[in-house]
C-alpha cells in the first residue's frame, strides 16, 4: 500500500478509502493510462488493490508526444503495475483525421476497439479510465465512446474532481501530483483542419524545443502553416526575450512553419472548444 507522506482532510482521506474499496471490489483491472496525473493516480490505485490482476495500457500513435509517451513508462515502472503499450490508428479513420467537433470520439473508439479484446484475454477484467468529475463538464466526447465501450471511470463515480487528484498524488508522494496537463497533440488544430501524421510531428517537436527551454507549460497550436505560441501569462516576456536572442522563428521554420505568433492572452485549456 502507497503510504501517506503528508496528512489529509478528513474528506479527502475518505475519498481515498472509497476509491480503494472501489478498486478491491474489482476481479481484474485494466487501466486506460495515459500517464497524466488522472489515469496515473487510477493506475496506482488498481496496481495496490489488485496487484497481478492490474496492469496499464497505453495507446501509441503519432498524437501522442514522445516525450509524454517516455513519462508514462517512467511513472508506471515507479508505481510497479504492468504497463502495455497498443499501437493505434486512428489516422486512418476520416472521422478523427477530418477533424470534426467530436474526433475525440472517434478516438476513444479506436483506443477502446482494442482495449476490450486485450481486457477480455485477461480473463475479463474492467476496463478504467482517469476521466475525473471536472471533465464531465467539459466537450470531451470520448467520453461518451469510452461508455459505450463498457469503461468505467472511477473518479468520476466517487466525485474525485481535479483538486482532489493532485491533493491525493501530492500526500502519496507521487512525483508527478503538480504535472501540467496535456492534452493529446491533435488539441493544437482547429475543428475542420485535417491531422496528418507530418503536422502532429511538426507541433509535437515545436513543442518540445520550447519545453527543452523552460516552458513546462506550452502549446503550439497550429493555423495552417502558421504557428501560435500559447505560454501562462506571466512567461510571455521570457518567450519574447528568447525570439530576441535568435532561434524560435528559424527553428520553426525548418519544420515546416510560414510564421510564429505569440497569444497575448496565454495559456488557456482547451482554447479551441471556444464558439
Known amino acids: 500500500m502507497f503510504r501517506l507522506q503528508e496528512p489529509l482532510p478528513n474528506h ?3 475519498l481515498l478509502s472509497e476509491l480503494r474499496l472501489w478498486m478491491e471490489a474489482q476481479q481484474g483491472l485494466c487501466v486506460a493510462y495515459s500517464g497524466g496525473v488522472d489515469s496515473t493516480l487510477v493506475a496506482a490505485i488498481a496496481y495496490e488493490a489488485r496487484v497481478e490482476e492490474a496492469f496499464a495500457v ?6 501522442l508526444a514522445p516525450h509524454l509517451l517516455q513519462e508514462a513508462r517512467d511513472q508506471a515502472a515507479w508505481i ?4 502495455c503499450e497498443c499501437p493505434t490508428a486512428e489516422l486512418q479513420d476520416p472521422d478523427y483525421s477530418g477533424n470534426p467537433s467530436d474526433r475525440c ?3 476513444k473508439r479506436e483506443l477502446h476497439s482494442h482495449l476490450q479484446p486485450i481486457a477480455a484475454a485477461a480473463g475479463d477484467a474492467q476496463v478504467i479510465d482517469g476521466v475525473n468529475l471536472d471533465d464531465l463538464g467539459d466537450h470531451r466526447p470520448g467520453i461518451e465512446a469510452a461508455r459505450q465501450a463498457g469503461v468505467r471511470s472511477p473518479l468520476a463515480e466517487l466525485c474525485i474532481d481535479k483538486a482532489t487528484v493532485r491533493l491525493l498524488s501530492r500526500a502519496l508522494g507521487f512525483p508527478w501530483w503538480d504535472k501540467p496537463a496535456q492534452p493529446c497533440l491533435a488539441s493544437r488544430f482547429p475543428y475542420g483542419e485535417g491531422i496528418t501524421a507530418d503536422r502532429l510531428r511538426r507541433v509535437g517537436e515545436a513543442e518540445a524545443w520550447l519545453i527543452g527551454r523552460g516552458f513546462e507549460r506550452v502549446r503550439v497550436r497550429s493555423h495552417g502553416l502558421a504557428a501560435r505560441i500559447e505560454v501562462p501569462e506571466d512567461q510571455i516576456r521570457a518567450v519574447l526575450e ?6 524560435l522563428v528559424e527553428t520553426f521554420r525548418e519544420l515546416g512553419f510560414t510564421s510564429v505568433n505569440l ?5 488557456v485549456s482547451g482554447k479551441l472548444n471556444r464558439r
Do not use: N
Not at 80 to 83: A, E, K, P
Not at 263 to 267: F, N, P, S, V
Open 12 to 14: 479527502e482521506g475518505s
Open 58 to 63: 497505453t495507446g501509441v500513435s503519432p498524437a
Open 80 to 83: 510497479g503495475i504492468r504497463h
Open 105 to 107: 470520439f472517434a478516438c
Open 242 to 247: 528568447l525570439s530576441q536572442a535568435g532561434g
Open 263 to 267: 497569444d497575448l492572452e496565454g495559456l
